[in-house]
């Protein structure tokens, strides 16, 4: 099958009823931006920035972030790249930061992501500009980890506001522009979204963390592993509220968790009406080869249905589902 995903590479993520769906994918290091080539995905999705302040010995300063995120840009050509604001903190520990994000009791909620990077703008500021810089006459596009409320977008979005200001202040040309995005990945910020949508260019759900708060289960736990499942009717119902929310406020919106390159959950997110997906390049032929067989229009009748009156296992019915209509 690795032989057939792999001259899918050229072949557009089209369903079988013609709805163009965008696949991108989930990156960390620069090395990561050759798998755009070998997928053939439609850009990054999320670049998780804080992987090279793990592998780091010490703080990268903000000359060497810039080259990384210029790299990355330079080698995705014209494909864009999503950049996620670093989110550490928690079990992520920077071993350089000094300070008291010591011993936590529950480190996934804890002073992480952005609750420290506002905190500890310096940080912030610092990547700010490295970012700023590194989109010299080219669209930057940013997003936040861990908001749970509108005024932490307000206030990370003020932020590079800020940097971009002083890159023109010094005669820089600074970025084309900036595209400021959240993620949804604490349940509280569903039900503020109706605040949060207007201010926002795009919204992407992280489905890794978003599971693990929805059903207090902690997502590193082997033992709840088999306890709760993707494709359950909390999940599902709770992602098509948010995406229908958005997409009324007319914001597009993305899943960039891990959930999205499974191919039984990543149909049913599709179904939902999601149609952008940023997921493990491994998992670009498998998701794409499921989708170009797929009838979306079909499932995204049937799909409500199902989920208004859930049965026992839904996994069982949307794998009934995918073989009665040739998925
Ligand atoms: C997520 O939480 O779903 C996500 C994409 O972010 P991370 O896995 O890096 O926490
Ligand atoms: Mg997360």
Same mark, same amino acid.
């Given at each position: 099958?690795?032989?057939?995903?792999?001259?899918?590479?050229?072949?557009?993520?089209?369903?079988?009823?013609?709805?163009?769906?965008?696949?991108?994918?989930?990156?960390?290091?620069?090395?990561?931006?050759?798998?755009?080539?070998?997928?053939?995905?439609?850009?990054?999705?999320?670049?998780?920035?804080?992987?090279?302040?793990?592998?780091?010995?010490?703080?990268?300063?903000?000359?060497?972030?810039?080259?990384?995120?210029?790299?990355?840009?330079?080698?995705?050509?014209?494909?864009?790249?999503?950049?996620?604001?670093?989110?550490?903190?928690?079990?992520?520990?920077?071993?350089?930061?000094?300070?008291?994000?010591?011993?936590?009791?529950?480190?996934?909620?804890?002073?992480?992501?952005?609750?420290?990077?506002?905190?500890?703008?310096?940080?912030?500021?610092?990547?700010?500009?490295?970012?700023?810089?590194?989109?010299?006459?080219?669209?930057?596009?940013?997003?936040?980890?861990?908001?749970?409320?509108?005024?932490?977008?307000?206030?990370?979005?003020?932020?590079?506001?800020?940097?971009?200001?002083? @890159? $023109?202040?010094?005669?820089?040309?600074?970025? =084309?522009? /900036?595209?400021?995005? +959240?993620?949804?990945? *604490?349940? !509280?910020?569903?039900?503020?979204?109706?605040?949060?949508?207007?201010?926002?260019?795009?919204?992407?759900?992280?489905?890794?963390?978003?599971?693990?708060?929805?059903?207090?289960?902690?997502?590193?736990?082997?033992?709840?592993?088999?306890?709760?499942?993707?494709?359950?009717?909390?999940?599902?119902?709770?992602?098509?509220?948010?995406?229908?929310?958005?997409?009324?406020?007319?914001?597009?919106?993305?899943?960039?968790?891990?959930?999205?390159?499974?191919?039984?959950?990543?149909? @049913? $997110?599709?179904?939902?009406?999601?149609?952008? =997906?940023? /997921?493990?390049?491994? +998992?670009?032929?498998? *998701?794409? !080869?499921?989708?170009?067989?797929?009838?979306?229009?079909?499932?995204?009748?049937?799909?409500?249905?199902?989920?208004?009156?859930?049965?026992?296992?839904?996994?069982?019915?949307?794998?009934?589902?995918?073989?009665?209509?040739?998925?």
């Amino acid at each position: 099958r690795r032989a057939e995903y792999a001259a899918m590479r050229d072949l557009p993520p089209i369903t079988r009823d013609g709805q163009r769906i965008t696949l991108m994918v989930n990156a960390g290091l620069r090395d990561d931006v050759a798998a755009l080539d070998t997928t053939g995905a439609d850009g990054i999705g999320l670049f998780r920035t804080e992987f090279e302040f793990l592998i780091s010995a010490e703080l990268p300063k903000r000359e060497k972030q810039a080259r990384v995120y210029r790299d990355v840009m330079e080698a995705a050509g014209p494909k864009p790249v999503t950049f996620r604001t670093i989110d550490v903190g928690g079990d992520k520990a920077l071993p350089y930061m000094t300070g008291d994000n010591g011993d936590e009791e529950n480190p996934a909620m804890g002073w992480r992501a952005i609750r420290l990077a506002l905190e500890r703008d310096a940080l912030m500021k610092a990547q700010a500009w490295a970012l700023v810089e590194a989109a010299n006459g080219r669209e930057l596009r940013v997003m936040f980890p861990m908001i749970s409320e509108p005024w932490e977008f307000d206030e990370a979005k003020a932020l590079f506001e800020e940097q971009r200001i002083r @890159a $023109l202040a010094r005669g820089r040309q600074g970025p =084309l522009a /900036i595209r400021y995005g +959240a993620m949804l990945e *604490v349940p !509280a910020l569903a039900e503020t979204l109706d605040i949060l949508l207007p201010k926002l260019d795009f919204l992407s759900i992280g489905t890794n963390d978003l599971t693990q708060f929805l059903f207090a289960a902690d997502r590193a736990n082997p033992k709840l592993a088999e306890r709760y499942d993707w494709l359950s009717p909390a999940i599902l119902r709770f992602i098509a509220r948010v995406t229908r929310t958005s997409h009324e406020g007319g914001v597009p919106v993305a899943v960039c968790g891990e959930m999205g390159g499974r191919v039984l959950e990543a149909m @049913a $997110l599709l179904g939902l009406g999601i149609d952008r =997906l940023s /997921i493990t390049p491994a +998992a670009i032929g498998p *998701v794409k !080869a499921m989708l170009r067989s797929l009838d979306l229009g079909a499932l995204r009748t049937d799909l409500p249905l199902l989920l208004a009156h859930p049965p026992q296992n839904m996994r069982a019915a949307l794998l009934d589902w995918a073989s009665s209509h040739d998925v």
